[in-house]
């Protein structure tokens, strides 16, 4: 039967795929309430669809605020309402005084954290603003985090705990691009999107740096399709806005948003 479940999914995330049929049979047989790190989209679709599929289960995400892109889930036995339950996230507020703190980006905080040997899943979104920068973690770690967090990217930060419902929200901003690509390819499209040849773009998409939809991808033909995220480890991550048909030449007109 796993390996009927297992031909879903590639192999590096069979490990996962493990871990999340024991939460839910767990939930299901020992009538357990589970409480899971943070889940990245495509974690959340693998847990959602083996909840599914158990059909004995209730399942809520929640990552602070609706339009979150790291979760927390809850599991439990489908008799369970789980709307109540508290979801153990806390709001860690980073400030520091002067105007080099404008400067900081995502990557420095996230930087910041696991320097300190907080783990990725740990961590949830990351809201950087001019003068603060709000971070959704994990009720267990947001005491240490608190003591401990003193710098970032060399600079001598404060810190502070704010309640959830204070929580400044940052809308990841995109830098559009307007491309003319021979087909939908994933290094066709990678190479014009971060200015790279093509030769180039192919090494770390075969070397499994490359995710589509937070799913690895290691085939330099795979075919994208409006609404795909794209994301390539040192070099960023771009979206696939619209697909707006071919030119008289041929050729595919697509319209890209880099995460800037």
Avoid at 25 to 43: C, G, I, M, V, Y
Avoid at 180 to 190: C, E, N, Q
Avoid at 205 to 217: D, H, L, P, Q, S
Wanted: aromatic share 6%; glycine share 8%; hydrophobic share 40%.
């Amino acid at each position: 039967m796993k390996q009927g479940i297992y031909d879903h999914f590639s192999a590096d995330e069979k490990p996962f795929v493990d871990r999340a049929m024991e939460w839910v049979e767990r939930s299901a047989n020992q009538h357990e309430l589970k409480r899971t790190d943070f889940l990245d989209p495509r974690q959340a679709q693998i847990v959602e669809g083996l909840a599914n599929r158990n059909g004995n289960v209730t399942l809520r995400f929640d990552g602070g605020h609706s339009q979150a892109e790291r979760v927390r889930a809850l599991i439990a036995p489908d008799y369970r309402h789980l709307d109540d339950e508290p979801i153990g996230l806390s709001v860690l507020a980073v400030s520091a005084s002067g105007a080099a703190f404008s400067d900081l980006d995502h990557g420095d905080f996230l930087g910041a954290l696991l320097g300190l040997g907080i783990k990725r899943d740990r961590i949830g979104d990351i809201h950087v603003q001019e003068h603060v920068c709000h971070i959704i973690v994990l009720d267990e770690i947001a005491d240490y985090l608190n003591i401990h967090l003193r710098q970032v990217h060399r600079l001598n930060v404060l810190t502070d705990m704010v309640p959830l419902e204070s929580l400044q929200i940052v809308t990841p901003k995109l830098e559009e691009m307007a491309l003319s690509v021979a087909s939908m390819r994933l290094d066709g499209i990678a190479s014009d999107a971060y200015r790279i040849s093509r030769a180039k773009i192919v090494d770390p998409i075969r070397a499994g740096r490359c995710r589509v939809n937070w799913k690895t991808e290691e085939d330099p033909s795979e075919q994208l399709k409006a609404g795909d995220v794209v994301s390539i480890k040192g070099l960023g991550r771009f979206k696939v806005l619209e697909v707006d048909g071919v030119t008289k030449k041929g050729r595919v007109r697509v319209r890209i948003g880099k995460f800037i």
